[in-house]
């Protein structure tokens, strides 16, 4: 199917688990991202991703590990889940037309960590 | 430091009437600014991007405008829906070549009640 796709879609984990969170896009687009969403606080980035194999800390990176190896593929790893991981985890792409950075996004991924 | 700030935080409005929100930055220097609606359980969906020279933009039933000067932005929904009941995103982009550089308002929540 034709966008961007997150799996899995919940989560529950554990403290201090490794947990990988996928994100594929069909549309080969240059630009990926990861934003985490909580409650009371708009998107914050993670990571992002100019192109394969180029990646660059977001606002909130600690905790979380990146790599992008093809195009359509950037997963996030939380090498050692915590507490505060607890949150809805999306991925977005984009094309590179200037100023003009709309991003589109993907269903989000629910991760609970007990 | 660059912020976005959006007002009301939550709106409750009766089905077909029209309603206004806010949304206040001090994002410098200014690239573009998008509203995205979010529907409960979903990722952001773009309803319009404005770029610097732009005040007016319409998508159906949404028109945003843009007022660079106070930097200032609104988004009118007229004659509202059900299916408007969504959060509501303002995001603001630095002009950059850094992708990664926007900023994103904590939402207003739309509820539309019959």
């Known amino acids: 199917d034709a966008g961007i796709t997150q799996s899995p879609r919940y989560k529950i984990t554990e403290t201090g688990r490794q947990v990988t969170l996928m994100c594929h896009q069909t549309?080969?687009?240059?630009?990926m991202f990861w934003y985490r969403q909580d409650l009371g606080h708009g998107l914050r980035l993670i990571y992002y991703s100019a192109a394969a194999d180029i990646t660059d800390k977001g606002e909130v990176p600690d905790g979380y590990v990146v790599s992008r190896s093809k195009t359509e593929n950037f997963p996030l790893t939380l090498e050692s889940a915590t507490r505060s991981q607890t949150s809805v985890y999306f991925c977005a792409s984009s094309e590179n037309p200037g100023t003009l950075w709309e991003q589109f996004f993907g269903p989000g991924t629910r991760l609970t960590v007990l | 430091k660059n912020q976005v700030e959006q007002s009301p935080q939550s709106l409750i409005i009766l089905e077909g009437k029209n309603c206004t929100l806010q949304?206040?930055?001090?994002?410098?220097?200014?690239?573009?600014l998008r509203w995205y609606k979010q529907d409960t359980g979903r990722g952001p969906v773009s309803l319009t991007i404005?770029?610097?020279?732009?005040n007016t933009k319409s998508n159906g039933r949404y028109t945003a405008t843009l007022d660079a000067d106070t930097k200032q932005s609104s988004l009118h929904i007229t004659a509202s829906q059900l299916s408007d009941s969504a959060s509501y995103i303002c995001v603001v982009a630095v002009r950059s070549t850094n992708a990664g550089k926007s900023t994103f308002g904590d939402g207003t929540t739309l509820t539309v009640k019959p």
């Open positions: 404005m770029t610097f020279s732009e």
């Open positions: 949304c206040n930055y001090t994002v410098s220097p200014f690239s573009n």
């Open positions: 549309w080969s687009h240059s630009y």
